[in-house]
């Protein structure tokens, strides 16, 4: 993402702090995230790769305006 600049139009500005609010809860998100062992069973691995999914979908995408 470029650097803030207070110049931006707004809306260009509330799109940009969107997207850095949506940056900032996913990576708090993803610092919470176990890692992946690769000692678990296939069953066990497969359910951590259906839950990473589903957090990035959740979460990278800012909500659309209503």
Do not use: Y
Not at 3 to 16: A, L, S, Y
Request: cysteine-free.
């Amino acid at each position: 993402m470029p650097p803030f600049d207070p110049t931006w139009p707004k809306d260009v500005r509330e799109e940009w702090l969107a997207h850095h609010r949506t940056l900032q809860t996913t990576m708090a998100l993803l610092e919470k995230f176990p890692n992946l062992n690769p000692d678990w069973p296939d069953e066990v691995k497969a359910k951590w790769f259906e839950s990473w999914n589903e957090l990035l979908n959740r979460n990278l995408v800012p909500p659309a305006e209503q």
